[in-house]
């Protein structure tokens, strides 16, 4: 644990594992209410000089960190594929991206605006000054162990806050290399504190009881989310959640199949599907179904699942044991009511996978709304397809939903590419394209996919308060 700007070892430990191979890859100190208690005072106690501090000052820090991290390329993705199982391309690809938001945020640091206001006296002036929360506490998930900190950490730092982070049970060690860097670029004592701890729940009370902490952020589940929601309420403490989703990706009578089959099969198995913005329901046009799945199948079967340090395959390992069952109910219950499988359908157990959490890319067609797969989040390499016809309403299927995070749309008609834009009610559009994301970008989501935004100029704001000043002149 890293606390007040000392690196802390405590009475327990716990196990980190490769989810590829199942051996031990490291030991972390297993921190709880004592170590975050002592975190969150030393962020209070550096709170005050670290707002006080020109952005300038704040900028430099960043940019520093970015620079450490893209000089770590390598050696960080590594760490990542070994820690979180994804394959090392990926990784490296993840470790820009978690760079990418420490220079976005170092350049926004700087363009904190506020405003001046005409009033209608002629002896007042109003100024609206945009000022740092206060003591931030973040909360990360394991599925994206480094870009999913630096989202979080840039922006509270750019803005004057200081911050508490406790990050996934299963990839602590990325987390440690993160703030090791963090200390190396020059963030002072205090400013930015690690707690790792195998048993999250203590933690999150404390961090919603604390009257110290003034925001909460969390990336993760929405059961989780909706708890430090409920937690968080009695202080009215400001939250963002980034929470699960449940994407439509709609291929219109008039794309491409090919092309939108291709997509589909990056985006869909990117991280083995273990990402809040893949693809769960694939609605195809009934008149182009047969060459899209076609198209699909091909690609999918000939995706290498294995471990990803090796650069031929191209599926990691889900994360633990539960993943993989829950992956297996969903494509067992799909089956069981009539959904065709047309490649996949089960763990792989040979070649030495069976040591690792591997389950094999699979595609699902006549997928319908009254299996599990249809509703719930899958967090797994299963692409279910659904076909629909010119009698379906394509806009309310895909809104059916609860969750509201991100949503695919292929279509060669700009108005029909217009009205679903406009129409979907998700906070993340891709429209012919797989990739919507960027530092630069504001994501997050509406529903039970959560709130706020993080990245973009919005990123920033998540950790301001707005003060307004009235002037009797
Ligand atoms: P997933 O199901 O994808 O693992 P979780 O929401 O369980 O997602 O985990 C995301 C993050 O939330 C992790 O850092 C985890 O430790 C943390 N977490 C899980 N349960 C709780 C809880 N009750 N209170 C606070 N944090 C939690």
């Given at each position: 644990m890293y606390i007040n700007g000392v690196w802390q070892s405590c009475e327990n430990n716990f196990d980190v594992f490769n989810p590829a191979t199942g051996e031990k890859i490291g030991e972390v100190a297993d921190g709880g209410v004592q170590q975050a208690r002592a975190a969150i005072d030393a962020a209070d106690a550096a709170f005050g000089e670290w707002s006080r501090r020109t952005a300038y000052d704040r900028a430099e820090i960043l940019y520093k960190a970015w620079e450490l991290m893209m000089a770590r390329q390598s050696e960080l993705s590594e760490l990542m594929t070994c820690e979180q199982g994804k394959p090392l391309k990926a990784a490296r690809n993840e470790v820009k991206y978690a760079a990418d938001f420490l220079r976005w945020f170092a350049e926004e640091a700087k363009r904190v605006y506020g405003q001046t206001i005409p009033s209608a006296r002629p002896d007042q002036r109003f100024i609206a000054l945009k000022q740092a929360v206060g003591v931030v506490a973040a909360i990360t998930p394991w599925n994206y162990p480094i870009s999913m900190l630096t989202r979080k950490l840039a922006p509270a730092l750019a803005a004057g806050c200081t911050v508490v982070l406790k990050p996934a049970e299963s990839t602590p060690l990325c987390a440690i290399a993160v703030f090791k860097l963090l200390e190396e670029a020059g963030v002072p004592v205090g400013v930015a504190n690690l707690v790792t701890a195998s048993q999250p729940a203590p933690i999150g009370r404390e961090f919603c009881e604390n009257s110290l902490i003034r925001k909460l952020t969390f990336t993760g589940s929405t059961a989780v989310g909706k708890l430090l929601a409920r937690d968080a309420a009695p202080q009215l403490k400001r939250i963002s959640m980034e929470l699960g989703g449940h994407a439509p990706f709609i291929v219109c009578e008039d794309a491409d199949p090919v092309h939108a089959a291709k997509g589909a099969a990056l985006v869909k198995f990117l991280n083995a599907g273990q990402a809040?913005?893949?693809?769960?329901r694939i609605y195809v046009h009934e008149s182009i179904a047969e060459r899209f799945l076609e198209t699909l199948t091909e690609r999918v079967a000939g995706l290498r699942a294995g471990n990803g340090m090796d650069p031929s395959n191209s599926i990691g390992p889900l994360v633990a044991e539960p993943a993989l069952d829950k992956v297996a109910r969903q494509v067992e219950d799909a089956v069981a009511k009539g959904a065709h499988l047309h490649t996949g359908g089960s763990r792989i157990l040979e070649n030495g996978l069976e040591k690792g959490y591997f389950y094999a890319p699979t595609v699902l067609s006549g997928v319908t709304d009254t299996m599990q797969i249809y509703r719930e989040e899958t967090f797994g390499p299963v692409a279910p397809v659904v076909i629909y016809n010119d009698q379906d309403d394509i806009l309310a299927l895909a809104n059916d939903t609860n969750y509201g995070l991100a949503a695919y749309v292929y279509t060669q008609n700009i108005s029909r590419a217009m009205r679903l834009f406009e129409g979907l009610q998700f906070g993340i559009i891709g429209v012919n394209d797989i990739n919507p994301t960027s530092a630069a970008a504001p994501f997050g989501g509406m529903k039970m996919s959560g709130m706020g935004r993080e990245g973009a100029q919005e990123g920033i704001e998540e950790y301001l308060e707005t003060k307004l000043g009235g002037f009797s002149v």
């Amino acid at each position: 644990m890293y606390i007040n700007g000392v690196w802390q070892s405590c009475e327990n430990n716990f196990d980190v594992f490769n989810p590829a191979t199942g051996e031990k890859i490291g030991e972390v100190a297993d921190g709880g209410v004592q170590q975050a208690r002592a975190a969150i005072d030393a962020a209070d106690a550096a709170f005050g000089e670290w707002s006080r501090r020109t952005a300038y000052d704040r900028a430099e820090i960043l940019y520093k960190a970015w620079e450490l991290m893209m000089a770590r390329q390598s050696e960080l993705s590594e760490l990542m594929t070994c820690e979180q199982g994804k394959p090392l391309k990926a990784a490296r690809n993840e470790v820009k991206y978690a760079a990418d938001f420490l220079r976005w945020f170092a350049e926004e640091a700087k363009r904190v605006y506020g405003q001046t206001i005409p009033s209608a006296r002629p002896d007042q002036r109003f100024i609206a000054l945009k000022q740092a929360v206060g003591v931030v506490a973040a909360i990360t998930p394991w599925n994206y162990p480094i870009s999913m900190l630096t989202r979080k950490l840039a922006p509270a730092l750019a803005a004057g806050c200081t911050v508490v982070l406790k990050p996934a049970e299963s990839t602590p060690l990325c987390a440690i290399a993160v703030f090791k860097l963090l200390e190396e670029a020059g963030v002072p004592v205090g400013v930015a504190n690690l707690v790792t701890a195998s048993q999250p729940a203590p933690i999150g009370r404390e961090f919603c009881e604390n009257s110290l902490i003034r925001k909460l952020t969390f990336t993760g589940s929405t059961a989780v989310g909706k708890l430090l929601a409920r937690d968080a309420a009695p202080q009215l403490k400001r939250i963002s959640m980034e929470l699960g989703g449940h994407a439509p990706f709609i291929v219109c009578e008039d794309a491409d199949p090919v092309h939108a089959a291709k997509g589909a099969a990056l985006v869909k198995f990117l991280n083995a599907g273990q990402a809040c913005i893949s693809p769960n329901r694939i609605y195809v046009h009934e008149s182009i179904a047969e060459r899209f799945l076609e198209t699909l199948t091909e690609r999918v079967a000939g995706l290498r699942a294995g471990n990803g340090m090796d650069p031929s395959n191209s599926i990691g390992p889900l994360v633990a044991e539960p993943a993989l069952d829950k992956v297996a109910r969903q494509v067992e219950d799909a089956v069981a009511k009539g959904a065709h499988l047309h490649t996949g359908g089960s763990r792989i157990l040979e070649n030495g996978l069976e040591k690792g959490y591997f389950y094999a890319p699979t595609v699902l067609s006549g997928v319908t709304d009254t299996m599990q797969i249809y509703r719930e989040e899958t967090f797994g390499p299963v692409a279910p397809v659904v076909i629909y016809n010119d009698q379906d309403d394509i806009l309310a299927l895909a809104n059916d939903t609860n969750y509201g995070l991100a949503a695919y749309v292929y279509t060669q008609n700009i108005s029909r590419a217009m009205r679903l834009f406009e129409g979907l009610q998700f906070g993340i559009i891709g429209v012919n394209d797989i990739n919507p994301t960027s530092a630069a970008a504001p994501f997050g989501g509406m529903k039970m996919s959560g709130m706020g935004r993080e990245g973009a100029q919005e990123g920033i704001e998540e950790y301001l308060e707005t003060k307004l000043g009235g002037f009797s002149v």
